[in-house]
């Protein structure tokens, strides 16, 4: 079963890798609820800070039945 997926790229690019990516572990989120509606995935790269390293937030909006679920995170990479 295919999950209703929408990615959003802000101030960072779009590559296909990181779309299969997300898309993967989209599909593994069955193992844990079998009603998932709608996941929704919005990364951003709010600075560009390459002596520190690029910051990158990541939200997750996952909707089930009765429910939406939000997660969020950040992380560097240099």
């Known amino acids: 079963m ?3 997926l929408n990615i959003t790229f802000h101030n960072t690019r779009k590559t296909a ?3 299969e990516f997300i898309a993967d ?3 593994n989120l069955q193992k844990f609820h079998k ?5 929704e995935v919005v990364i951003d790269q709010p600075h560009h800070h390459h002596q520190k390293g690029n910051e990158y937030y990541v939200k997750i909006v996952v ?6 679920i939000a997660v969020t995170s950040s992380t560097s990479r240099s």
């Open 2 to 4: 295919d999950i209703p």
């Open 17 to 19: 890798n990181i779309e």
């Open 25 to 27: 572990q989209a599909e």
């Open 35 to 39: 009603r998932i509606q709608n996941c």
């Open 63 to 68: 909707t089930v039945p009765k429910q939406t």
